[in-house]
């Protein structure tokens, strides 16, 4: 059904109510004229009289009494619906699906959704755990979060923290094996190896030398395609690792992990927030935006600084 035809059927439905047609336009917030114009279309429309209409009289013909029976209940049950799509729009509750690399989502995201949850009871977590970015549409995804690169067209991102990549060793395996003085020196010594979950191919260690990105095959001991299994290992002293910063902040600050060349520590890389639209957000998605932006952009709990690298590194 047309927009007109629609705004013609609350006109007459408003009228019979009220039993004028001008009481009839102010309630609904149009001219007088319109009201009488969208009358005659919903007349010519349906080829009968609706009313009979006089300077000072209106009342409803036969097929009018008729037609306001059929059409009354159905308008009704549209308003009620537009009015609990409006009411669940400004609603803080309901299901919130969140798309997250498993690594981001439990250090760094999952206390924000927590606190979310505790503010408003009546959200309903949806988390997937997967770095990849899918058709958001189909998977009905509300907000996603991406480690590494940008997200691509069609989706709007926001960058919320630099991932460092930091090389790191425990303290027991410096004791056992030294710590490497150079990159190429890494050659002689234990290291781990990460395996993108979506390719399946190990991922080149990349490091800072003179204000590019060098990226690195560096032999490994241990391989695997889970963060928190591989920062295990390091920390175990079993290799060295290269980590992502929010893995490695905690752990260097804890005195559980020592940085080792420090100077070619990347910055390249970031951790992304990304969603549809700006337009038309339910509210429980832009309150949820809001409390991320608020704890976490910027965070330099997940970041080590210029300094602490110096004071901690070997």
């Known amino acids: ?9 609350a006109t ?3 009228a019979a109510e009220l039993g004028s047609l001008r ?10 004229q319109a009201a009488s114009q969208a009358l005659t279309q919903l007349e010519t429309y349906l080829g009968v009289r609706l009313f009979h209409r006089t300077t000072r009289k209106l009342s409803l013909t036969e097929e009018g009494e008729r037609f306001l029976g059929a059409a009354a209940p159905g308008l009704q049950a549209l308003q009620r619906a537009l009015h609990g799509a409006r009411q669940g729009r400004d609603e803080i509750a309901g299901p919130l699906r969140i798309a997250a690399p498993r690594s981001i989502m439990l250090p760094v995201l999952w206390p924000v959704l927590e606190e979310f949850c505790a503010r408003h009871p009546g959200i309903e977590p949806d ?26 067209d069609g989706v709007i991102a926001r960058l919320l923290l630099p991932l460092q990549l930091v090389v790191c060793a425990a303290p027991s395996y410096i004791a056992r094996h030294g710590a490497p003085p150079t990159i190429d020196a890494l050659a002689q010594h234990r290291c781990s190896g990460f395996r993108h979950p979506g390719t399946g191919k190990p991922m080149p260690w990349e490091f800072a030398v ?12 241990v391989m695997t395609n889970d963060v928190e299994l591989e920062a295990n290992a390091v920390v175990a002293g079993q290799c060295i690792g290269q980590l992502v910063g929010v893995t490695a902040a905690p752990l260097v600050r804890a005195g559980r992990l020592v940085p080792l060349l420090t100077a070619h520590v990347t910055h390249h890389l970031g951790l992304y927030l990304y969603y549809g639209s700006r337009v ?12 991320v932006v608020e704890r976490v952009a910027g965070n330099a709990e997940w970041v080590l600084s210029v300094q602490e690298l110096r004071r901690f590194g070997r």
């Not at 003179?210 to 001991?221: K, Q, Y």
């Not at 038309?280 to 409390?291: E, G, H, S, T, W």
């Open 210 to 221: 003179g204000g590019e990105t060098l990226a690195r095959d560096v032999a490994s001991v």
């Open 127 to 152: 988390v997937q755990l997967d770095d990849r970015i899918g058709n958001w549409v189909e998977e009905r995804v509300d907000v996603g979060f991406r480690a590494g690169s940008p997200p691509g």
């Open 12 to 14: 007459f439905t408003k």
């Open 23 to 32: 009481r009839a336009a102010v309630a609904q917030g149009i001219t007088p």
């Open 280 to 291: 038309a957000q339910p509210a429980r998605v832009r309150a949820f935006i809001d409390l």
């Open 1 to 9: 059904m047309a927009f007109n035809e629609l705004r013609a059927i």
